[in-house]
């Protein structure tokens, strides 16, 4: 039989009357009505508070407003395909058929994870961003070893440098290169007596109780997931309706501050004859190396984040219909 799924909500005249023209069809275009209330998650009231009354039937949709020519012919239409593809016996229209009916633990799984994923991706970004800051503290508190752990742990994903980290628990945030030209913060050199070019030991420096202890992963990169980790709270505390950052905003706010800035940095400092002469060496400071991660962690944020939720969306409105359909089924 056809099965048919009309998305409704209370109070709601226009999904009356389609309820009541659906009936008046049952004997003409014999199907299961599987009645959906947008109200049951938040996905669907988000899709359909404008639209409904929204009928499918196979492949085909109607959304309000529509009488019942449209819904005789929308269902004359999924009945004729449905009796075309079963007198194929077409292997994958029976293989997806059969899945129709059974609710399996993957589908379970998908469903919850969709409707959970903005806080499992808050839960890694914070826990990767907050190990580096919790090196510092273990160090603060003598505790070396697991302090040591993290730092070796994260020493392949960032350079480590001693004056582009963030310090705690010092009488400065920074101790950046006296290149950068930073007048009123103690240069790296001074603080430690660690010279600046040795960049092995200034990768390899970890802090002291003089100085403070610097964070595992580089100021930079300790904004750029810092400020993602921001934009996940804001997203799910607004209820994800947030749209997505236009992609030339994201390249002129996100991409280019932290390129012009990283970039210039890298090239200035390569030591390639002629290119000096053209880019005149420069180290950057922390604020413009804390500001432009930020910028980039948090626009990039704003441009991928709401993708993903459109993808989660249209996952959970699919399982939820599958399982509103599978549970109408087995009730009859």
């Not at 007596?193 to 109780?209: I, K």
């Not at 002469?277 to 413009?288: A, C, D, H, K, V």
């Given at each position: 039989?056809?099965?048919?799924?009309?998305?409704?909500?209370?109070?709601?005249?226009?999904?009356?009357?389609?309820?009541?023209?659906?009936?008046s069809l049952?004997?003409?275009?014999?199907?299961?009505?599987?009645?959906?209330?947008?109200?049951?998650?938040?996905?669907?009231?988000?899709?359909?508070?404008?639209?409904?009354?929204?009928?499918?039937?196979?492949?085909?949709?109607?959304?309000?407003?529509?009488?019942?020519?449209?819904?005789?012919?929308?269902?004359?239409?999924?009945?004729?395909?449905?009796?075309?593809?079963?007198?194929?016996?077409?292997?994958?229209?029976?293989?997806?058929?059969?899945?129709?009916?059974?609710?399996?633990?993957?589908?379970?799984?998908?469903?919850?994870?969709?409707?959970?994923?903005?806080?499992?991706?808050?839960?890694?970004?914070?826990?990767?961003?907050?190990?580096?800051?919790?090196?510092?503290?273990?160090?603060?508190?003598?505790?070396?070893?697991?302090?040591?752990?993290?730092?070796?742990?994260?020493?392949?994903?960032?350079?480590?440098?001693?004056?582009?980290?963030?310090?705690?628990?010092?009488?400065?945030?920074?101790?950046?290169?006296?290149?950068?030209?930073?007048?009123?913060?103690?240069?790296?050199?001074?603080?430690?007596?660690?010279s600046e070019?040795?960049?092995?030991?200034?990768?390899?420096?970890?802090?002291?109780?003089?100085?403070?202890?610097?964070?595992a992963l580089?100021?930079?990169?300790?904004?750029?997931?810092?400020?993602?980790?921001?934009?996940?709270?804001?997203?799910?505390?607004?209820?994800?309706?947030?749209?997505?950052?236009?992609?030339?905003?994201?390249?002129?706010?996100?991409?280019?501050?932290?390129?012009?800035?990283?970039?210039?940095?890298?090239?200035?400092?390569?030591?390639?004859?002629?290119?000096?002469?053209?880019?005149?060496?420069?180290?950057?400071?922390?604020?413009?190396?804390?500001?432009?991660?930020?910028?980039?962690?948090?626009?990039?944020?704003?441009?991928?984040?709401?993708?993903?939720?459109?993808?989660?969306?249209?996952?959970?409105?699919?399982?939820?219909?599958?399982?509103?359909?599978?549970?109408?089924?087995?009730?009859?």
């Amino acid at each position: 039989m056809l099965t048919v799924t009309l998305f409704t909500r209370k109070e709601c005249h226009l999904c009356e009357q389609a309820k009541a023209d659906l009936q008046s069809l049952q004997e003409e275009i014999p199907h299961q009505l599987v009645e959906i209330d947008i109200e049951s998650d938040e996905s669907l009231l988000k899709s359909y508070l404008t639209e409904i009354p929204v009928l499918e039937a196979g492949p085909y949709r109607l959304k309000a407003p529509f009488g019942l020519p449209e819904l005789r012919m929308t269902l004359g239409a999924a009945r004729d395909r449905r009796g075309h593809l079963e007198q194929l016996s077409d292997p994958e229209y029976q293989r997806r058929s059969a899945n129709a009916q059974v609710m399996s633990g993957t589908d379970r799984f998908s469903l919850w994870i969709s409707r959970h994923y903005i806080w499992l991706v808050f839960f890694l970004f914070l826990l990767y961003v907050g190990l580096p800051v919790l090196a510092p503290v273990l160090m603060k508190a003598r505790l070396q070893t697991p302090a040591k752990v993290i730092y070796t742990v994260y020493s392949p994903l960032c350079h480590q440098l001693g004056f582009r980290s963030l310090y705690l628990f010092g009488p400065q945030y920074f101790y950046p290169r006296s290149a950068a030209g930073v007048a009123d913060l103690v240069n790296f050199e001074q603080a430690t007596g660690v010279s600046e070019d040795d960049l092995w030991a200034a990768r390899q420096y970890l802090g002291s109780e003089e100085v403070g202890y610097k964070t595992a992963l580089c100021a930079r990169d300790v904004a750029i997931y810092g400020a993602i980790v921001l934009f996940i709270v804001i997203y799910g505390l607004t209820g994800r309706r947030i749209k997505p950052l236009n992609w030339i905003l994201w390249l002129l706010l996100g991409i280019l501050p932290v390129g012009l800035d990283g970039f210039s940095q890298l090239f200035s400092q390569v030591g390639i004859p002629g290119l000096n002469e053209l880019i005149p060496y420069r180290e950057s400071t922390p604020f413009l190396r804390t500001f432009t991660g930020a910028l980039f962690g948090f626009m990039t944020a704003w441009f991928g984040l709401p993708y993903v939720e459109e993808s989660m969306q249209e996952t959970r409105q699919l399982l939820v219909k599958k399982a509103r359909v599978i549970e109408k089924t087995n009730t009859r």
